[in-house]
């Protein structure tokens, strides 16, 4: 009874969210994507005067926001980008960096010492209600991305939206 009583409110606050960056457009001045947002987790800054805002939902969330800025400090782009269309252009080779700048901070990094690997996970959500983890793996040494691989996350039973 108490979950159902809840449910509105977890459904509002979930609108909020996406009407949050949802009312990011492009040619929103600096200033208002930071009252907007708060101030991202990551910026970088490019060499010809633009840069990138990265804005988690974390730590267990599912989506990560790039805000791309132009040089005049206005929004070009905002992406989500835990998703196949950012999946796919990482590429073996890539450096850490690389990978960062693309799908942002990983909620988790593991190292497997037998593999010499050292992987980074990002949880996100297909179809609306599938879970998965998304892993990069990198040579420990070089830093240079191998392969990427995907798994259920065991934290879901049923392909749902219960957790276990």
Sequence with gaps: MIILRALPLVLLAALAGCAGFGSVTPGTPEQQVRAKLGAPNDVWKNSYGSEVWEYREGPVGFNTYMVRLGSDHAV?????????????????????????????????????????????????????????????????????????????????SDRGDSPR
């Design 76 to 156: 070009r782009q905002v992406d989500q980008v835990l998703q196949d269309a950012f999946f796919s252009k990482l590429t073996p080779g890539m450096s850490r960096d690389q990978v960062h700048r693309l799908l942002g901070k990983p909620k988790e990094v593991r190292h497997y010492g037998g593999l010499h690997e050292e992987v980074w996970s990002w949880r996100y959500r297909e179809a609306s209600h599938f879970y998965w983890f998304f892993n990069a793996h990198f040579d420990e040494a070089s830093g240079k991305l191998l392969r990427v691989s995907r798994i259920e996350d065991p934290y879901y």
